[in-house]
């Protein structure tokens, strides 16, 4: 195993070294090439990169290693200087010009003065604690869409006239910056979130949340790309639910750069999709008000009031009337079904609503003090055990973990933090999926004190051997971050999904929690209707098997989304092999 750790710890310490030479490779590329012309494509993004400069202060060498440095290299012309008319017509002409090149030059300096002032204000505010800014998803939206779209529009701005620090500066970072993907994640999270605690587009858009004490709004722009992250992934009901709060925002008088044309082509193409002909004609008919000249709006008009006219008579009902001009409200189409049969009960849940403990139930929860059935290291100092649901039975942990240990814990998996995978049943391979939303590490005991004291702490509680158990787990929610209902045992139809670990099926699950949640972050429990919320320093217990090896059915859980916060967790998965006699077979096969 130790042979195993040093192997790993190698690969990350070459690894460290090689980004850490690319990021060097990178700033000196930069700081040499200053001028025009030649683009490399890094990430899907664009840089202006001179090739005469590179001949003369760069040596083959060096350009190879900085290449290797770079996802690839693409070129493209660019030229941001009009050409001069013939300057011997007149001598006002080349006033004229030469007044509209001061104005153009004035209004991309107070283009870039308003950008920096708001950006000023928007910085400070993050930067004082930026996990309590990040808490609020619509700030952790901004801030994709800001780096990925925003900032290279203003790049666009500053290279009419280049300036070598700015773009310096961009060549360095914008290698991390997110992309296009980022920002689309971000935006779908808004929407899983605005559909599990119910929340309408526009207490969204005015940053109306539960628990939060500062709101951060959604401009007609940002609302309009929703409800075009939602259109470009057929997600008619979401781009409906948002083009409709654009519009709303664009009639209340809000400043846009989209124009409302746009938002109605959109919207009243969504409005179709969803089944509702009548509105999609008024909308169509007040865009052909805008803009008789729309490319489709005069076809799809006719289409459309040609369809609801066979509809109708094939109804034997008379033409009706355009719908009005009331706005569309949240509930005004059905949500549709999708893949997970218990959804409405999971998202009840999530939201408090279904929780199933009844006066009878809580009668039977206790607390009591633990000591590991009398195991020396808490004899002294007992565990606080609270009952949080009776059958089956999950019980709660008061003082798990403490502050200095979690921030530990924290420390170490940051850098390692990676998309979270799940184990295909078919094929028993670790892959992303969009039911779990989240990014984890995970951490050996003999990678620093703390982590052995966690795993130790865990087997002295639960009285089971943690040899056989998986690494601890470090899990972070970020935006909508969740994961979906799902058991954590392997079922009968997927019988190799440990089969590679050789350790059997996993007996017991232990989850610390190392964050409070301000709103959502729950785990629920759809099959008997329980929601255990998290709590900072405490961990929650409960067996995935009974006492025979068969699966407990009822243990099926879910992480809800993260609505406002940052959640934090890690957990232990304790498996069979080891257990035989700390936990033996009972008399029946659900014992």
Same mark, same amino acid.
């Given at each position: 195993?130790?042979?195993?750790?040093?192997?790993?710890?190698?690969?990350?310490?070459?690894?460290?070294?090689?980004?850490?030479?690319?990021?060097?490779?990178?700033?000196?590329?930069?700081?040499?090439?200053?001028?025009v012309g030649l683009f490399y494509k890094?990430?899907?993004?664009?840089?202006?990169?001179?090739?005469?400069?590179?001949?003369?202060?760069?040596?083959?060498?060096?350009?190879?290693?900085?290449?290797?440095?770079?996802?690839?290299?693409?070129?493209?012309?660019?030229?941001?200087?009009?050409?001069?008319?013939? +300057?011997?017509?007149?001598?006002k002409e080349l006033v004229q010009s030469?007044?509209?090149?001061?104005?153009?030059?004035?209004?991309?300096?107070?283009?870039?003065?308003?950008?920096?002032?708001?950006?000023?204000?928007?910085?400070?505010?993050?930067?004082?604690?930026?996990?309590?800014?990040?808490?609020?998803?619509?700030?952790?939206?901004?801030?994709?869409?800001? !780096?990925?779209?925003?900032?290279?529009?203003?790049?666009?701005?500053?290279?009419?006239?280049?300036?070598?620090?700015?773009?310096?500066?961009?060549?360095?970072?914008?290698?991390?910056?997110?992309?296009?993907?980022?920002?689309?994640?971000?935006?779908?999270?808004?929407?899983?979130?605005?559909?599990?605690?119910?929340?309408?587009?526009?207490?969204?858009?005015?940053?109306?949340?539960?628990?939060?004490?500062?709101?951060?709004?959604?401009?007609?722009?940002?609302?309009?790309?929703?409800?075009?992250?939602?259109?470009?992934?057929?997600?008619?009901?979401?781009?409906?639910?948002?083009?409709?709060?654009?519009?709303?925002?664009?009639?209340?008088?809000? =400043?846009?750069?989209?124009?409302?044309?746009?938002?109605?082509?959109?919207?009243?193409?969504?409005?179709?999709?969803?089944?509702?002909?009548?509105?999609?004609?008024?909308?169509?008919?007040?865009?052909?008000?805008?803009?008789?000249?729309?490319?489709?709006?005069?076809?799809?008009?006719?289409?459309?009031?040609?369809?609801?006219?066979?509809?109708?008579?094939?109804?034997?009902?008379?033409?009706?009337?355009?719908?009005?001009? =009331? @706005? /569309?409200?949240?509930?005004?189409?059905?949500? @549709?079904?999708?893949?997970?049969?218990?959804?409405? /009960?999971?998202?009840? !849940?999530?939201?408090?609503?279904?929780?199933?403990?009844?006066?009878?139930?809580?009668?039977?929860?206790?607390?009591?003090?633990?000591?590991?059935?009398?195991? $020396?290291?808490?004899?002294?100092?007992?565990?606080?055990?609270?009952?949080?649901?009776?059958?089956?039975?999950?019980?709660?942990?008061?003082?798990?973990?403490?502050?200095?240990?979690?921030?530990?814990?924290?420390? +170490?998996?940051?850098?390692?933090?990676?998309?979270?995978?799940?184990?295909?049943?078919?094929?028993? /391979?670790?892959?992303?999926?969009?039911?779990?939303?989240?990014?984890?590490?995970?951490?050996?005991?003999?990678?620093?004190?703390?982590?052995?004291?966690?795993?130790?702490?865990?087997?002295?509680?639960?009285?089971?051997?943690?040899?056989?158990? =998986? +690494?601890?787990?470090?899990?972070?929610?970020?935006?909508?971050?969740?994961?979906?209902?799902?058991?954590?045992?392997?079922?009968?139809?997927?019988?190799?999904?440990?089969?590679?670990?050789?350790?059997?099926?996993?007996?017991?699950?232990? +989850?610390?929690?190392?964050?409070?949640? =301000?709103?959502?972050?729950?785990?629920?429990? $759809?099959?008997?209707?329980?929601? /255990?919320?998290?709590?900072?320093?405490?961990?929650?217990?409960?067996?995935?098997?009974?006492?025979?090896?068969?699966?407990?059915?009822?243990?099926?859980?879910?992480?809800? $989304?993260?609505?406002?916060?940052?959640?934090?967790?890690?957990?232990?998965?304790?498996?069979?092999?080891?257990?035989?006699?700390?936990?033996?077979?009972?008399?029946?096969?659900?014992?």
């Amino acid at each position: 195993m130790k042979c195993a750790f040093r192997r790993r710890f190698l690969t990350r310490v070459c690894t460290w070294q090689r980004k850490n030479l690319c990021r060097s490779l990178t700033r000196a590329f930069a700081h040499t090439v200053k001028g025009v012309g030649l683009f490399y494509k890094l990430k899907g993004t664009k840089r202006s990169l001179s090739t005469s400069t590179m001949r003369k202060h760069l040596s083959l060498p060096a350009l190879a290693l900085v290449c290797c440095c770079f996802w690839g290299i693409q070129a493209e012309v660019y030229t941001s200087i009009g050409q001069m008319t013939d +300057l011997i017509y007149t001598e006002k002409e080349l006033v004229q010009s030469l007044k509209e090149y001061i104005q153009a030059e004035e209004s991309k300096l107070a283009a870039v003065k308003s950008w920096a002032n708001k950006l000023d204000v928007l910085t400070l505010a993050s930067t004082s604690d930026p996990e309590v800014y990040l808490a609020h998803p619509v700030n952790a939206y901004k801030l994709m869409k800001r !780096l990925n779209t925003e900032w290279s529009e203003l790049e666009s701005l500053v290279l009419q006239d280049p300036s070598d620090g700015f773009i310096s500066n961009m060549t360095v970072h914008r290698q991390y910056f997110p992309d296009e993907e980022d920002e689309k994640g971000a935006a779908k999270a808004l929407m899983r979130l605005q559909d599990t605690y119910k929340l309408d587009s526009e207490s969204f858009s005015k940053g109306k949340l539960p628990g939060v004490h500062h709101n951060a709004i959604l401009t007609v722009d940002d609302c309009y790309d929703m409800g075009k992250t939602a259109y470009n992934e057929a997600d008619y009901y979401h781009a409906v639910l948002w083009m409709q709060q654009a519009l709303r925002q664009m009639d209340a008088g809000e =400043e846009h750069v989209v124009s409302k044309a746009d938002v109605l082509d959109y919207l009243s193409y969504s409005v179709y999709q969803m089944g509702d002909l009548p509105r999609a004609i008024e909308l169509t008919r007040r865009l052909v008000a805008i803009d008789s000249s729309h490319q489709r709006a005069g076809g799809n008009l006719r289409y459309f009031e040609k369809l609801l006219s066979k509809q109708l008579k094939e109804l034997n009902q008379e033409v009706q009337e355009p719908a009005t001009e =009331e @706005p /569309i409200q949240l509930g005004t189409y059905k949500r @549709p079904k999708d893949y997970l049969p218990e959804r409405e /009960i999971y998202e009840g !849940l999530c939201r408090g609503e279904g929780v199933k403990m009844t006066s009878a139930r809580r009668s039977r929860l206790y607390c009591r003090y633990h000591d590991g059935n009398r195991n $020396p290291r808490l004899l002294l100092q007992p565990m606080k055990e609270e009952d949080e649901w009776d059958s089956p039975h999950i019980v709660r942990y008061l003082n798990a973990l403490s502050d200095s240990e979690i921030e530990k814990i924290k420390e +170490l998996a940051k850098p390692r933090l990676a998309r979270a995978t799940v184990r295909d049943p078919k094929t028993g /391979i670790l892959t992303t999926a969009n039911y779990r939303v989240s990014k984890s590490a995970w951490l050996e005991g003999e990678e620093d004190p703390v982590i052995e004291r966690v795993n130790q702490r865990i087997e002295d509680i639960t009285g089971l051997t943690t040899q056989t158990a =998986e +690494l601890l787990q470090i899990a972070n929610y970020g935006v909508g971050g969740q994961y979906e209902p799902h058991f954590d045992f392997s079922r009968k139809d997927e019988p190799d999904a440990f089969k590679t670990l050789g350790t059997g099926n996993r007996v017991a699950t232990f +989850l610390n929690y190392m964050s409070d949640v =301000e709103a959502g972050g729950a785990t629920v429990f $759809p099959d008997f209707g329980a929601a /255990i919320y998290p709590k900072k320093g405490t961990a929650v217990f409960w067996y995935n098997l009974f006492r025979s090896g068969e699966g407990d059915y009822r243990t099926r859980h879910a992480a809800c $989304p993260v609505l406002v916060g940052c959640k934090w967790v890690s957990n232990k998965w304790i498996h069979e092999r080891g257990q035989e006699f700390r936990r033996p077979c009972g008399l029946t096969e659900v014992d």
